[in-house]
């Protein structure tokens, strides 16, 4: 008998029924935390996600552990940082011996599957581990999922898809969304993109205009926006077949998304907080998921392994990265992250106010405080400030100490051959030149 089931049955014996939860992480890719509306569901332009903060719980501060989709989303799965996961690079596919989510809750009972619309997440890259159902929506113009006129598929048929696994799922399931609007390209539908007759060019460094900038941000907007709508279409589908009550629902996203305010545009290139701090929201029936509430202290997506098995009381696996960011005596720690694309070789740690970037190929780090008025746009000199000194000291150490953790680090794994489609796909995103 599963473990989920037989801890259902023993809380029952204890005068405490609680059945195992459904879980539901939805994931929109490339969405800024200040991209999001919460404040006031009526006049909210994500109403959905401003209805799932108010019945839920809302972390403030949450950060990516990585500025791309594929290391980032590795992290999310195993609670790992990236330089322990070993999916950093292009090449690079989540190890076998990887413990995903998927896999720790199949073992305890669940149904799992993955729609993913974002082939960097596919079982190309090892994503399929333990996972009963994976969809992959990411093929452009294929019958059925993508249009002929679109690049990449909407966030409207990966909610009629997880609505479709749904509908046959065994309880308790464990499902993964990523849902790639608002992804580059910015093309929102016409109902979401009120001055669509404007054009703008989100790539040229020649029309890096105000103007520009701020339509690029317009239609980046509007994808969020239909994002927010394909999300409500999802939640509606769980309360109406009586599953909402009984389902944890996590929403987050993958990384953000930079628009010159650093002289750069997307992601995958720094560490900045444009690409690193994001969305996350959890809501479920359950009395540490206290509707409305508020969490200011730093967390981020390798806490989220942790926290949904403790919520499923479920095992924890020793030697994660993570912490279960619910316990009531988690503590504050540096939130980590890195990247290690292309040419870009960095690490950060954060402790309010102060953060630290490394730059490995270089062998050169800065200081930032980010409650000043420069931010990350220029740094601080720590030998000027004992306090930004001892600080530098202790953010160094937090990322020393981490990568001294041998153990919890996986064998590197590389890709086979690229199937067309997918290869495709990534080169329409940008992921390929």
């Not at 879980?23 to 996600?49: G, K, M, N, Q």
């Not at 509007?222 to 009984?246: I, M, P, T």
């Not at 220029?378 to 937090?398: F, G, K, M, W």
Request: with cysteine; net charge negative; charged share 20%.
């Amino acid at each position: 008998m599963p473990f989920a089931v037989l801890a259902w049955l023993f809380l029952a014996n204890c005068g405490a029924p609680e059945p195992p939860p459904n879980i539901l992480i939805y994931v929109v890719d490339t969405l800024r935390s200040d991209a999001v509306s919460l404040e006031d569901e009526a006049t909210s332009h994500t109403p959905h996600w401003a209805a799932l903060a108010e019945d839920g719980v809302t972390f403030e501060n949450a950060y990516a552990n990585a500025s791309w989709t594929r290391a980032s989303m590795a992290s999310l799965m195993t609670g790992l940082l990236p330089w322990h996961h070993a999916t950093e690079s292009r090449s690079d596919r989540l190890p076998e011996t990887a413990r995903t989510l998927a896999e720790l809750f199949a073992e305890h009972g669940y149904s799992t599957a993955i729609v993913s619309a974002n082939p960097n997440v596919s079982p190309v890259f090892g994503f399929e581990q333990a996972v009963g159902d994976f969809s992959a929506l990411y093929a452009r113009s294929e019958p059925g999922v993508v249009g002929g006129h679109e690049l990449v598929t909407p966030s409207t048929v990966v909610s009629a898809e997880a609505i479709r696994w749904l509908e046959e799922a065994r309880r308790p399931f464990f499902l993964l969304a990523l849902a790639i609007d608002p992804h580059a390209p910015y093309a929102p539908p016409a109902e979401f993109d009120p001055e669509r007759h404007k054009k703008a060019d989100p790539t040229a460094d020649a029309a890096r205009t105000q103007s520009n900038i701020s339509r690029v941000r317009e239609r980046y907007r509007g994808e969020v926006a239909f994002n927010d709508a394909s999300f409500g279409q999802l939640v509606a589908f769980l309360k109406q077949k009586n599953l909402w009550e009984d389902t944890v629902v996590v929403l987050t996203s993958d990384h953000g998304e930079a628009f010159w305010e650093y002289g750069q545009a997307g992601h995958g290139k720094s560490l900045h907080e444009e690409v690193l701090r994001v969305p996350l929201i959890l809501r479920g029936a359950n009395d540490r998921l206290t509707p409305g509430r508020r969490v200011e202290r730093p967390v981020s997506l390798i806490d989220l392994a942790p926290t949904l098995l403790n919520l499923a009381h479920l095992p924890v696996p020793e030697g994660l990265d993570g912490q279960n960011i619910l316990a009531p005596a988690a503590a504050p720690t540096p939130i980590l992250a890195g990247l290690d694309l292309d040419h870009h070789n960095l690490q950060s740690a954060f402790d309010p106010p102060y953060k630290l970037v490394r730059n490995l190929a270089t062998g050169t780090q800065h200081l930032y405080r980010l409650d000043g008025p420069a931010s990350e746009a220029r740094p601080v000199d720590p030998t000027l400030d004992p306090i930004a000194r001892e600080a530098q000291a202790r953010l160094n150490a937090a990322l020393d100490e981490s990568q001294a953790r041998t153990g919890r680090t996986l064998p590197k794994s590389r890709a086979g051959r690229i199937p067309g489609r997918v290869e495709e796909s990534l080169r329409a995103l940008g992921y390929i030149e």
